[in-house]
């Protein structure tokens, strides 16, 4: 963490005083935990749900970000790594899975505190997939299942909306070594594999179409998810929803492509699906 590189962007910044990229120190900061949380694909969601932990700052920080409130990160309270370990020996009491949010910039932290203490129920790594594999390499074999972004099959895209110029390739390194990870169901539930997400953004179909084309042709045989649940916040640069057009023509692609995964109904599309992080 002296010269910090657990992500890509390689800040190269002593994390113990000065924030990069992420807005982060070390220390890991949660912005928000949410019990018994059922807005996970529906493999990982049973009667309990998950425990979904979402960290302060964020690692990739898109400019359409729908959860800006706490992307930008000293949102939240800072944890030791004993205070963490103690938020997970509770939650795992009543919950069926830990659904880590946005943890990449904590991943170095997060290892030292399931090093020493490794939850008991599966732990979900739900990530923007702008990761390093040497530090998943690390992580691997705490974490039971990978719910990982694919956004951008076009650079030019990932440098306008998210300041990345290597989205594609970062995540097609990391997709590659997640999905090492074998799909495990018991009574429907996926108990440790890969889910791979993407959001159709508005406007960029094409975008969506690419991204679609790569997964079928690299990873047909696993849980693809399509999201339409995009919504303008108050700084995005797209200012509208999906049109039914356009989620219309991404649906179809995706319905001819594959065989099983999900695909989010056009209206979920709405404010109603962003916790709230600035009330309890
Ligand atoms: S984790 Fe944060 S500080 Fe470290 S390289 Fe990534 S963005 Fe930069």
Redesign the pocket.
Known sequence: MKI????P???H?D?KKSE???NELETIRISKVIDNFMWEEPCVTDEKGVCAIFFSGC?LKCSYCQNYQISRGKVGNLYSEEAFIDLLKEKEKNNSYFDFITPT?FSNSILSALEKYQPKIPIIWNSSGYESVEILKKLDRFISIYLLDFKYADNDLGKRLSHVSNYFETAKGVLDFCAKKEDIFENGLTKQGLIIRHLVLPGEINNSLFALEYLAKNFSDRLVSLMSQFTPTPNSPIKRKLTPLEYKIVASRFLKHFQKGYIQDFDSASEDFIPNFTGK
Do not use: S
Request: aromatic residues 8%; positive net charge; hydrophobic residues 20%.
């Open positions: 910090c590189e657990v992500c962007r390689h800040c910044v994390r990069g990229f992420c690692n910039h």
